[in-house]
């Protein structure tokens, strides 16, 4: 089994930054993708961002691109997501997601981002 622990939430204002992180542990030699969703009561899990660790290739939600990047460190199994320039919108759930070979997805238990105006 994977486990996912997600941190690097909190209170930020408008237009100020965040780093998320996201460490997995357990059988993680198993996963080959890991990614960020996030979440607002009511609403549907949204898609943020997400890396393939066989090639290091990333991709970011049209909603975050140019403000949120997404990295990690393979040897580790991290997951980084770097939020700037943030919004009242961008407020939510982070989770942190992952998928291992088998189409096994794994979930974290959030991290909460608020974003004052």
């Known amino acids: 089994q994977v486990q996912l622990v997600e941190s690097g939430g909190g209170l930020v204002q408008a237009g100020g930054s965040l780093r998320l992180s996201c460490v997995a542990s357990?059988?993680?030699?198993?996963?080959?993708?890991m990614g960020w969703f996030r979440q607002d009561p009511g609403k549907e899990r949204e898609f943020v961002g997400r890396?393939?660790?066989?090639?290091?290739?990333?991709t970011t939600a049209d909603s975050v691109k140019g403000r949120f990047t997404i990295s990690g460190d393979s040897a580790k199994r991290t997951v980084y997501l770097q939020m700037n320039s943030l919004k009242p919108e961008d407020t939510a759930v982070y989770l942190c997601?992952?998928?291992?070979?088998?189409?096994?997805?794994?979930w974290g238990q959030g991290t909460q981002v608020t974003v004052s105006s």
């Open positions: 997601g992952s998928t291992q070979y088998g189409g096994i997805e794994t």
């Open positions: 357990g059988r993680t030699f198993d996963i080959y993708s």
């Open positions: 890396i393939w660790w066989s090639n290091g290739a990333t």
